[in-house]
């Protein structure tokens, strides 16, 4: 089999049978895009050759439908992300919205992850009570960073708390994440799809053109990544709110700031629309979620 691809559709040939055909590619510029030539036959003989044509979406349901789902590569989160999109469609089929559904589906991933949240919860509880003994710690070894996180690592050790407990819901949100985005990039269904001000969801929202192209951020303001960044921000700071401040790890200071929320605006900044939802829809839910929790 041999396939031409782009982001939506594209185009296989492949062969029925063991026999052996020449597929030849030309440039565009050419007035032949593909040549296919069979093997020749004596004046003889007789016999045929059978070549599928696909010319369609690039969605590995439509492909799979067709016979040419060795046309789409998934591995194993390729797989995890199908199954993601087989029951965002089924939301999408009672919401009537894409946008809608991706707000519910965002909803029912956080309800299954969270006894982990309920744990990293307990967790961080915990260690706001152990607060004060950690001050006095800090006092106590201001001079001596070494056995300062020796003493402090051995409180979390008796009462058997961790301090990266705070980054496990969002540990467990990214694999879904990446199989989400893999499986989205090419899931024709959200193409066209409009939510609010949002007209494709396939596509960054641009709500208004910049006067300027701006370096890392194009030419459109895109208005959905920077609620994100903000949502994200707000999150992290609620949840280091019940954290000790580690003030020997300049990593974790920063980590606490603006500074993470911002990165992740920009590298969020150009993609799909439906993707940044789903994340800003998390980092609310999280939220709410803390609070009832709390």
Same mark, same amino acid.
């Given at each position: 089999?041999?396939?031409?691809?782009?982001?939506?559709?594209?185009q296989s040939i492949k062969v029925d049978g063991s026999s052996e055909?020449?597929?030849?590619?030309?440039?565009?510029?050419?007035?032949?895009?593909?040549?296919?030539?069979?093997?020749?036959?004596?004046?003889?003989n007789d016999g045929s050759e059978s070549v599928q044509v696909y010319f369609g979406p690039r969605d590995y349901f439509h492909l799979k439908r067709a016979g040419f789902a060795e046309a789409f590569k998934i591995g194993a989160?390729?797989?995890?992300?199908?199954?993601?999109? $087989?029951?965002?469609?089924?939301?999408?089929?009672?919401?009537?919205?894409?946008? #809608?559904?991706?707000?519910?589906?965002?909803?029912?991933?956080?309800?299954?992850?969270?006894?982990?949240?309920?744990?990293?919860?307990?967790?961080?509880?915990?260690?706001?009570?152990l607060k004060p003994r950690i001050?006095?710690?800090?006092?106590?070894?201001?001079?001596? $960073?070494?056995?300062?996180?020796?003493?402090?690592?051995?409180?979390?050790?008796e009462h058997k708390v961790s301090p990266l407990s705070g980054c496990l819901p969002m540990l467990l949100q990214m694999p879904i994440f990446i199989a989400l985005l893999q499986a989205i990039s090419h899931f024709i269904e959200l193409r066209g799809q409009t939510f609010l001000w949002i007209k494709d969801l396939s596509l960054p929202d641009r709500l208004m053109p910049l006067p300027i192209s701006v370096p890392f951020i194009g030419a459109d303001l895109n208005l959905l990544p920077i609620l994100m960044a903000g949502a994200m921000?707000?999150?992290?700071?609620?949840?280091?709110?019940?954290?000790?401040?580690? #003030?020997?790890?300049?990593?974790?200071?920063?980590? $606490?700031?603006?500074?993470? $929320?911002?990165?992740?605006? #920009?590298?969020?900044?150009?993609?799909?629309?439906?993707? #940044?939802l789903y994340w800003f829809s998390n980092s609310l839910i999280s939220m709410g979620f803390y609070r009832l929790a709390k």
């Open positions: 089999m041999i396939s031409l691809a782009e982001r939506y559709f594209c055909v020449e597929v030849m590619l030309y440039p565009i510029t050419k007035d032949k895009a593909i040549s296919v030539t069979t093997r020749a036959l004596q004046a003889t989160l390729g797989q995890v992300g199908l199954i993601l999109l $087989s029951l965002l469609k089924w939301i999408a089929s009672i919401t009537k919205n894409y946008g #809608v559904a991706i707000i519910v589906f965002c909803a029912i991933v956080t309800a299954m992850t969270a006894p982990f949240t309920i744990i990293s919860f307990r967790s961080m509880k915990k260690m706001q009570e001050d006095k710690l800090m006092a106590q070894h201001k001079n001596d $960073s070494t056995r300062l996180n020796k003493e402090i690592f051995a409180l979390y050790r921000f707000a999150q992290s700071k609620m949840t280091q709110a019940s954290q000790p401040a580690d #003030v020997n790890n300049p990593a974790a200071k920063l980590m $606490s700031g603006p500074l993470m $929320s911002v990165l992740f605006g #920009v590298m969020f900044y150009q993609f799909p629309s439906g993707l #940044v």
